[in-house]
Structure formats: structure tokens, C-alpha cells
């Protein structure tokens, strides 16, 4: 290569190099998974953010979404909500509260199938999480109550969610519980996930 064109190569990374870093955008080990944490204004007032920008997340995730149901969740403490897997993407942002979300990559033909990251997100960090569909969504509440909203980009219908035990043995999860949990009776009845996925070999 000619050493005026590695320059240019050179300056070139730098500059991509540089837009990383300052995007509010952070990749996970979750191929698609992303965690946004946009700037918080304070003042006596009370605070304000922009908890995310649609056009940002369709330019890194490479895909459209198109915001077609938004939904709000309110959960006292020790509720644990999941593992749920839907057909859609999601955007969520805890506007109350915190929760330790738990996300697993249970999307059958990914590389990373089996693989979890968790976060804890709400007023003590105030991030937004993309989940793209077929990751398994579950999280924990940690404070005494917690606003748990998301945006999906296609509308809830019966039938089309799946779930998985929270406590699978194979996924082992670290919750951090000190105590059992308080679950919905349909989640107390989610499978395992070698019932879920009997043609995953190795699991």
C-alpha cells in the first residue's frame, strides 16, 4: 500500500474509532443486543434525557423499527418477570424504580444461542436496553416497586410468546436472590429450555 493511502486508512479508523466512542450505542456480546445510555440535564427542577433515538438504534442494529405497541409494567419488590421469548423487538426503559434485567440469547441458530447479559437499569442508571426478537427477555425488581415500559414493533397476540423456566439449570443465572421469588402462575410454569429446544444437542 502506498504511504500516503495508509495515512488516509489511518486517519479514517481514527475518525471511527473516535465516533464509538462517543455513541451512546454499546454493543453487547449479544450479536444485535445493544445497552443506550444517553446524557441526563439536572437541576432543581428534576432532570431531563432523551432515553433513546429510534433512528440511531435502525442504524447500528441495521433494521427498521417501526413502533407498533408500547406497554407499562408496574412490579413490586422481588418480582422476577420471565424468561419470555417473542417474535418482535423491544425497547425498554425502566422510567421508576430499579430491575436487574437478564437477556439470553435464545435465538436457535445464533452463535451465541444459551448466552446471557444482565443489567441493572432505573434511577440509579438510567439506560435503555434493544432486545432483538428472539432473545429472551427477564428481569428482577431490587427496589420496592419498579415502572418496567417497552416499545415493540409488532402488537402482542396470543400464542406467539414463549417461555422459559428462570431458573434452568443449563442457563444458570446468577439473580442474586436472597429470598424465592414472587412469579406469575404462568411463569411458574414455564418449561426448561431442553424441553424448549430438544434439538439443541449440546445443552
Request: hydrophobic share 35%.
Amino acid at each position: 500500500m502506498h504511504p500516503a493511502t495508509n495515512w488516509i486508512y489511518d486517519k479514517i479508523c481514527n475518525i471511527i474509532s473516535l465516533m464509538d466512542q462517543n455513541s451512546p450505542i454499546t454493543k453487547t456480546s449479544i450479536p444485535g443486543l445493544f445497552l443506550i445510555q444517553r446524557q441526563t440535564i439536572e437541576d432543581d427542577r428534576g432532570f431531563f434525557r432523551e432515553s433513546a433515538r429510534i433512528a440511531e438504534i435502525e442504524e447500528v442494529a441495521g433494521i427498521s423499527f417501526n413502533i407498533a405497541q408500547m406497554n407499562h409494567a408496574r412490579s413490586s419488590k422481588n418480582t422476577l418477570r420471565g424468561i419470555h421469548i417473542a417474535p418482535w423487538n423491544k425497547l425498554v426503559y425502566v422510567t421508576a424504580g430499579n430491575v436487574k434485567a437478564v437477556i439470553v440469547d435464545l435465538r436457535e441458530n445464533s452463535q451465541t444461542f444459551g448466552k446471557y447479559e444482565s443489567f441493572v437499569i432505573g434511577d440509579d442508571k438510567r439506560s435503555s436496553i434493544f432486545i432483538p426478537a428472539g432473545l429472551g427477555n427477564s428481569y428482577s425488581v431490587l427496589s420496592d416497586e419498579a415502572d418496567y415500559t417497552y416499545l415493540t414493533d409488532a402488537e402482542w397476540a396470543p400464542n406467539r410468546e414463549i417461555g422459559v423456566a428462570w431458573n434452568d439449570p443449563t442457563l444458570n443465572i446468577d439473580w442474586g436472590l436472597l429470598e424465592p421469588p414472587l412469579l406469575s402462575e404462568k411463569d411458574q410454569q414455564n418449561p426448561s429450555l431442553k424441553s424448549v429446544f430438544p434439538n439443541k444437542t449440546y445443552l
